[in-house]
């Protein structure tokens, strides 16, 4: 045992130092057993590997202060030989086995994110401010603050919807296509960004509260964003969409997102010199201008946002946590939906003695109940386990969930106005708008109720434009354009054809010749007995189709 213990110098240790030795090596293999225990519970080995490298260092730097570091690992073998019986056998092994796992690990120590070397100022940043979601660990659930961010967009689709109603033409509705448009556009770049970057972060946290504030900014200009306050729009969303891309470009360094960023950076600098541009010039101008930018902006992913230099991306670039994406645009829906029960609301409150407006009041909430239904009963939680299962999430999370929930977005708002107008002036018949103050001919009576049927043949009444026609647009594009999108969304997930959304579609561009000549609450009647019928399909005959199939 003496031979052991001695160095090739014939010198021998003070046996209080090999005494002290000994019982520090046993307490660090006691401490590495209880550390893999613990990790084979909580599944993590990132904890192991830093605790056993300080381990390791405080072990090392003992013995060095006692003065036999280099006898230490000239005569690591022996020392080993030197605990007795089966118990220290076992205590080496796993000693080793640890030592072996650090070893092997420090030439090759991954960032939190799993995404790139432990080199340069980048990784510091993202570990040091915990910048990055655990992919192993992270659920990916949707955080408080991601929520606190939301809370804008309310005010968004809000501003949107009162401006449509308070001055409703095509220009108009043109005009707020380019506003939606570029508001879902902020607010789906930020869920991406939240899908790799830790909102729980302080530093994210940061970065959310600003674009929280500019997004607040570009909600209170949207009445105004096509008059006087154009440039403030511009220039607020080009800041917007720049800043965010710039910063996530700079926390990426060395990390293989980077180049991804730095991609979408480019393309959404040059969209934003056309939002600043249009923001500076007025009337058709601006529309134009601003209708180049959004294209831009669209079809950057469609592109891989191709730059000269770096390419283009792949969607298996994009690693997401596809069931928080998919968790946040469902939240997004709620948002919108939640527009048109505020809409009801506030609008039951002046109707409350009028019975076709309380009637409208029922028809509405209907409508936005079946909505509701026909997304959330079955098609959200399939969606989400096939994004999870996917090899290909960032494809899904890309058209199904950026492209796709747009037109349902869209609809939802339409259908907010469409409730709007319809609890306000129920017997309102668009063919007959242009009259309503001519009794005298017989089409129209000045209480607002439609002419006979004799009378309505012919050449329209005077006064009458294709502009009136923009209330059925209104009334039956909202939840037609609802169901196109979900029919896409639900075939984005499903081989199937969904039958019985197209046959809803159908039906609803059926009646909309009919709803020229009907007043608003019968046109409301039709749209909501169809998403009504919808609803009880999917929530029913769906359930007994599939399980019919799926047993033959």
């Known amino acids: 045992m003496a031979n052991n213990n001695s160095s090739s110098d014939g010198t021998r240790p003070h046996p209080s130092t090999l005494k002290s030795y000994d019982t520090n090596t046993n307490t660090l293999i006691d401490t590495l057993n209880d550390i893999e225990c613990e990790a084979n519970n909580n599944d993590t080995i990132a904890g192991v590997l830093n605790m056993g490298n300080v381990l390791e260092d405080d072990h090392q730097l003992a013995l060095e202060e006692q003065g036999i570091v280099q006898k230490h690992h000239h005569s690591n073998n022996n020392d080993n030989n030197s605990i007795s019986g089966n118990d220290g056998r076992r205590k080496s092994g796993l000693l080793h086995r640890q030592r072996g796992l650090l070893s092997s690990t420090s030439t090759n120590n991954f960032d939190s994110d799993n995404g790139s070397i432990d080199t340069g100022y980048g990784h510091k940043v ?6 990055m979601r655990h992919r192993d660990v992270d659920t ?3 955080t408080n603050m991601e929520l606190f961010f939301d ?20 220009v108009v509705v043109l005009q707020m296509l380019i506003i939606t448009l570029a508001i879902w556009w902020s607010w789906v770049y930020t869920a991406w960004v939240t899908n790799w970057f830790n909102p729980d972060s302080y530093l994210v946290r940061l970065l959310l509260l600003f674009l929280m504030l500019a997004s607040l900014i570009l909600s209170a200009v949207v009445p105004q964003s096509f008059h006087e306050l154009g440039l403030v729009f511009g220039i607020t969303f080009g800041v917007l969409q720049v800043v965010r891309s710039t910063m996530a470009t700079l926390a990426l360094h060395g990390h293989k997102l980077q180049k991804v960023f730095i991609r979408i950076l480019t393309w959404q600098a040059t969209a934003a010199v056309f939002w600043i541009i249009g923001g500076a010039l007025s009337g058709n101008a601006r529309n134009i201008i601003w209708a ?5 902006e669209y079809i950057g992913p469609m592109a891989g946002f191709y730059t000269p230099g770096l390419g283009k991306s792949i969607s298996t670039d994009w690693e997401i946590h596809g069931g928080h994406l998919a968790e946040r645009c469902s939240l997004f829906i709620i948002i919108a939906l939640g527009e048109s029960i505020v809409v009801t609301g506030s609008s039951f409150r002046d109707v409350l003695n009028e019975p076709a407006g309380v009637a409208m009041f029922v028809i509405s909430f209907l409508g936005a109940a079946s909505m509701w239904w026909i997304y959330f009963h079955s098609a959200s939680n399939e969606a989400i386990e096939f994004v999870e299962s996917s090899n290909d999430p960032g494809a899904m999370g890309r058209m199904a969930y950026t492209y796709i929930h747009f037109v349902m977005v869209l609809g939802i708002i339409w259908c907010a106005v469409a409730d709007r107008l319809s609890i306000d002036d129920p017997f309102h018949v668009p063919y007959h708008k242009g009259n309503n103050s001519d009794s005298g001919d017989g089409s129209h009576g000045s209480d607002g109720h439609s002419a006979p049927l004799h009378k309505r043949s012919g050449a329209p009444p005077q006064g ?10 209104i009334i039956i594009g909202g939840p037609c ?55 009880i399909y999917e929530s029913y005959f769906r359930c007994v189709f599939v399980h019919k199939s799926s047993v033959f």
Do not use: N
């Not at 009136?468 to 647009?473: A, E, L, Q, R, Y």
């Open 140 to 142: 990916g659930k949707v």
């Open 292 to 296: 180049v930018a959004v294209v831009i």
């Open 464 to 473: 009458f434009e294709i502009k009136d026609m923009v209330d059925v647009i």
């Open 151 to 170: 809370l804008v967009y309310v005010y968004a689709i809000s501003a949107i919807s009162e401006t449509m109603v308070e001055e409703l033409s095509w």
């Open 481 to 535: 354009l609802f169901v196109l999108g979900h029919a896409l969304f639900r075939r984005s997930f499903d081989p199937r054809l969904p039958k019985a959304h197209l046959a809803a579609v159908i039906a609803m561009l059926c009646v909309t010749p009919m709803c020229v000549f009907l007043p608003r609450w019968a046109s409301a009647v039709c749209t909501t007995g169809i998403l009504l019928f919808l609803a």
């Open 126 to 131: 993202r570990c040091h401010g915990k910048l």
